[in-house]
């Protein structure tokens, strides 16, 4: 039997030690473990049915130290480690919430909630009901009087039942039955909401029985009609396969060739996310969602924990049963079980990294929700911008936004719900509503006043969708206060005298309320900290809230919608912080009745003057359906904005890069797709080539070429290079190294290897030295030279093609192969040299992870490949988690590969972003004395995290011939020299050393064959 306190009389139990962070979000074994002791409080075999096993998120009073100590580097302080419970006894209306502790092995709290309490819907529960309908005796005998096609599909939607006062005590839903197409019946994926039925079956599901069947009135007042045989309609599709498609959109890539500017690292369940001066911590539950804590920029406080805390969709429609249609879809299902799994390329474009979670199916097993958050940057248009008119000089920066987001799926309706981060210290919070609408059946030729006739005989009635954020700031503390600016008119005086001064006047909150925005006089909410003033103006620091105007709550204030949504008839509440209230309609939706939400907080009129302070703010929209809206809605927008003020001492953006082309790499339209007057053939890249008539090679144009000048210029360029490189001009072989014993006990990250910039390029007579070539010999021949790394680029020739090409910007310029040949080539070196261990280096930006993946497996590389064990993998290793080449050479994973993006480590963990574990010194350079080992990618990270990475430094010269820049051959002897003259390889490589106090560990040249690299690499190795 179920006990609400642990009796004095228990046995002792060893406190268990758990290193997980306290807002880490609990793991499958806790959660198995936490089923566990709650099984063991019934007698066995006790069937229980489990709704909720989430963290149980301990009090501020502890974790504030803990958060503080952590930032401080201090020993950390211990915090038990507590799990939430709600649970059913199966087949049962007795309801019960529990607290686990699994530090100390108890149970501290177990009880059955009373009346009115109910726990939110789960996927099994609402598979069951839909069952239970279908198989109804009554149910079917009404779905006969219908006299349906032959071969008819039916889909139950089951609804949370919802609470008007009437016979509403026991867990019920109330169904909607809708029926597929008659052309796509076989099809589940037919659009069933665009032929709905007037059948409304009402299920008890502690009993999981039929208790009653609704008939929903069809005109234009509450009529009930008695089941009549179908009016054949036509349906309504979305999907594509049923669909003409558009064919003139042409693809739209995001690319990032250098890789992400944030860094995700992983504690366990928990994920802390780094980015432009932001700093977070990311958790996931069942009923919120994404929660975000201890937000930071700059190191300084901002926000301990936001969240969306609830929402709420009434209808308009006064008639039963639609009265009650009023859904908490966080409350009574939650946007953690409903997230999507996203997809690449779907739900969130350019480079992603995926954050996935682990939540409780109902027999309190681990259920695995995979990708359930997308985090990508995404380019946010112009950020700042001033041209001085004096000069024309114009300075101007690009906005880039860092986007966690988030898809849910609820029932008929999708919201796509993401934190957004700017530059600028501002973060937003946006919700995208998109789906379908919730449909019912009208007769035809009827309209009435609250819906819409979307398609024939269907109507979507007219609802709201009203969020509310739970924002718990720390505005560089936690005493912080609420207040709010208006802006009003200076009366008319001697001073005023023609009526247009205007003053903005600033209002304390001192006590727990709800607020409302005017906008007749710009009132803007802003929480502040009075102890912290600006060092500019002496004003305290804030955040202020920029939320849209919406139509609050319509339904009046005697309704049950309005009791049970207490959120939702203010723009703002401000309340005293309490560890247990984070729900804003309260802990239960689920037929609740009122009387627990944020409403009723507020009206304990608590001081919050310089306190803790917790704000919820609330903003929707009035849906009314436009038949535009159906099948699929487009997206409505809405976002919540929280801006910096008098928080800093300048525009915090006035540090980001500016915008230029060489960055950007935009291309005009116009020349884009405009062909030069010359002959020549368009390849399939969109690049024009031209037949030289006195040599082999083709002279390549590309596309934006502006002028047949320049065309012509590209060609005299290749010209030089015929030039250059006369008959009897034949490169330098290299020898063959031999095997280094003394360095297989040194870690792979201790030593310095020699590596070939672009290695498939070779400039050969073959291709009469082509300038675009970066090496003399082929990639066996380096290989068996002593190169270990090599790089490459690799693209698809077009958007078309299957493989991947090694290719210099576009395949016409230089082709260096295909990659499956490539990765042979090393496959065969690695067998031939058991010994050996070789890294590759790509840069492979828009080509989708799947193609490398595949040629890794063709090659049989996928398992010579080094994988680093998970706790080191998203940006952990460091200098001195990296193996000994003996132990890579001992467990066969004797290859290394970076990709410069799209790298997904969950899926293909031996292909690792080279951002996460090296960085690149500087390169185009020019001239000898411009060499540096200074970072200078990835570009987001500052020199202080050069312990913690591999070096790759860049040593390799260019030629500039009419404008253009092509690898510097003729002083190779001299820039891959073992001197100590500036610009030569030894020197380089020396000076590197001392600034990084270790040895670089990857040098990369080209034309290596030429000067003494391998005895640059032996110096820096002896010592």
């Known amino acids: 039997m179920a006990t609400q306190t642990i009796s004095d009389s228990l046995p002792l139990r060893v406190a268990k030690q758990i290193s997980s962070h306290p807002f880490a979000p609990v793991s499958s074994a806790e959660i198995k473990e936490s089923a566990s002791h709650i099984k063991a409080q019934w007698p066995t075999n006790t069937n229980l049915h489990f709704k909720t096993i989430t963290l149980f998120e301990p009090a501020k009073a502890e974790a504030v130290p803990f958060l503080e100590a952590e930032a401080a580097g201090h020993a950390l302080p211990h915090i038990d480690r507590r799990v939430f419970v709600t649970y059913y006894l199966r087949r049962t209306n007795q309801f019960h919430e529990a607290v686990v502790n699994l530090t100390q092995q108890v149970v501290e709290y177990n009880v059955r909630l009373g009346a009115n309490m109910h726990a939110p819907g789960d996927g099994d529960e609402i598979f069951e009901i839909e069952r239970v309908c279908l198989e109804d005796p009554g149910v079917q005998a009404e779905i006969a009087k219908l006299q349906l096609p032959e071969g008819s599909k039916i889909v139950i939607d089951p609804w949370i039942y919802g609470a008007d006062g009437v016979e509403d005590d026991e867990r019920m839903w109330q169904t909607f039955m809708y029926m597929r197409d008659p052309a796509h019946a076989d099809d589940p994926d037919s659009n069933h909401y665009a032929i709905p039925l007037s059948i409304s079956p009402v299920v008890d599901s502690s009993k999981m029985e039929v208790i009653r069947i609704d008939h929903m009135p069809t005109g234009k007042d509450n009529t009930i009609k008695k089941t009549q045989p179908w009016k054949p309609k036509a349906g309504n599709e979305y999907i594509s396969d049923f669909l003409e498609l558009r064919t003139d959109l042409k693809p739209l890539n995001v690319v990032q060739p250098e890789g992400t500017s944030f860094n995700v690292s992983q504690q366990g369940t928990s994920h802390v996310i780094d980015w432009q001066k932001w700093s977070f911590r990311v958790g996931f539950n069942l009923r919120e969602g994404m929660v975000l804590y201890n937000v930071k920029y700059s190191g300084r406080d901002l926000f301990y924990r936001l969240s969306l805390s609830d929402m709420n969709i009434p209808y308009a429609d006064p008639r039963h049963p639609f009265h009650k249609k009023s859904a908490f879809d966080l409350g009574d299902a939650g946007a953690g079980i409903m997230a999507n799994d996203l997809k690449l390329g779907c739900d969130c474009l350019g480079s992603i990294h995926y954050l996935s979670a682990v939540l409780n199916d109902d027999k309190g097993e681990p259920l695995d929700m995979p990708n359930v958050v997308c985090v990508h940057e995404q380019d946010a248009g112009i950020g700042w911008k001033h041209t001085n008119y004096r000069t024309g000089r114009a300075a101007i920066a690009r906005s880039r936004e860092l986007v966690l987001q988030s898809i849910i799926t609820v029932a008929n309706y999708e919201y796509i719900l993401a934190f957004m981060f700017n530059q600028a210290g501002e973060l937003t919070y946006e919700v995208r509503a998109t789906g379908i609408l919730s449909t019912q059946p009208i007769d035809d030729g009827i309209e009435v ?19 509310s954020l739970r924002v718990d700031p720390m505005i560089d503390g936690h005493a912080n206060r609420l207040v709010y600016d208006e802006a009003h008119a200076m009366p008319r005086s001697d001073f005023n005298p023609h009526g247009t001064g205007y003053t903005v006047k600033e209002t304390l909150v001192e006590q727990s309320a709800g607020l409302d925005l005017d906008f007749d006089v ?14 500019v103006n002496g004003k305290p620091v804030a955040y202020k809230i920029h939320a849209p105007p919406f139509q609050k709550m319509i339904s009046d204030k005697e309704s049950f919608n309005y009791k049970r949504a207490e959120f939702a008839d203010r723009n703002i509440y401000a309340v005293k912080y309490r560890d247990d209230e984070l729900f804003s309609g309260g802990k239960y939706t689920n037929q609740s009745r009122g009387g627990t939400g944020v409403r009723s907080w507020a009206e304990r009129k608590e001081n919050i003057l310089d306190d803790d302070l917790v704000v919820f703010v609330q903003f929707g929209i009035n849906h009314v359906p436009r038949i535009e809206d159906f099948p699929v809605m487009p997206c409505e927008i809405l976002k919540v904005a929280f801006k910096p003020v008098n928080f800093f001492d300048k525009n915090p953006a006035i540090d ?17 797709h405009k062909q030069p007057s010359v002959e020549g053939k368009v390849e399939a890249n969109g690049c024009v080539s031209c037949e030289a008539p006195s040599s082999k090679f083709n002279c390549v144009g590309p596309m934006w070429s502006p002028s047949l000048l320049l065309f012509l210029l590209q060609c005299i360029e290749y010209s030089i290079a015929t030039a250059r490189h006369h008959d009897d001009f ?17 870690r792979y990250s201790e030593q310095t290897f020699i590596g070939t910039h672009n290695a498939p390029a070779i400039r050969t007579a073959e291709n009469n030295w082509s300038l675009s070539g970066n090496q003399h010999f082929n990639i066996s021949v380096q290989l068996n030279a002593g190169i270990r790394l090599l790089q490459a680029q690799g693209h698809r020739p077009n958007s078309s093609s299957d493989e991947i090409r090694l290719c210099l910007f576009n395949c016409a310029l230089m082709d260096g192969g295909d990659l499956d040949s490539y990765l042979l080539t090393v496959k065969d070196f690695l067998d031939a040299n058991s010994k050996e261990v070789v890294t590759l280096l790509f840069v492979n930006a828009g080509v989708d992870l799947r193609y490398w993946m595949r040629a890794y497996r063709n090659a049989g590389l996928d398992l010579m490949s080094y994988t680093p064990p998970l706790h080191l993998r998203y940006g952990n290793m460091r200098i001195a988690d990296w193996p000994t080449i003996a132990q890579m050479v ?19 963990p031996y292909l690792l972003l080279e951002w996460r574990y090296l960085f ?27 312990p913690d990475r591999l070096s790759l430094v860049n040593h390799f010269l260019y030629a500039k011939f009419l404008g253009f820049r092509d690898p510097n051959g003729s002083y190779a002897s001299t ?23 270790r040895r670089p560990n990857f040098l990369l040249v080209d034309f290596f064959n030429e000067g003494d690299v391998f005895a640059v690499e032996k110096g820096l190795n002896a010592h």
């Open 449 to 467: 006043p609250w819906g819409t006739i979307v398609h024939p005989g269907v109507l979507a009635a007219h609802h709201q969708h009203i969020f």
């Open 522 to 535: 710009n009132r803007t909410f802003k929480i502040q900290n009075a102890a912290v003033r600006n060092p």
């Open 656 to 672: 980001v890069p500016p915008s230029t082309q060489d960055f950007n790499k935009s291309t005009l339209v116009s020349e884009q």
């Open 730 to 746: 034949k490169p330098t072989p290299p020898g063959t190294r031999q095997p280094v014993p003394s360095l297989y006990l040194r």
């Open 890 to 908: 001992a467990t066969n994973q004797r290859l290394v590969t970076f990709v410069s993006s799209g790298a997904n480590e969950a899926i293909a």
């Open 920 to 946: 690149e010194t500087n390169f185009g350079i020019e001239a000898p004395n411009q060499y540096d080992c200074r970072p200078a990618r990835p570009r987001w990270e500052p020199p202080w995290y050069v």
């Open 975 to 997: 820039t891959n020299a073992a001197g100590f003259h500036f610009g030569e390889l030894s020197e380089h490589g020396v000076r590197c050393r001392g600034l990084y106090e």
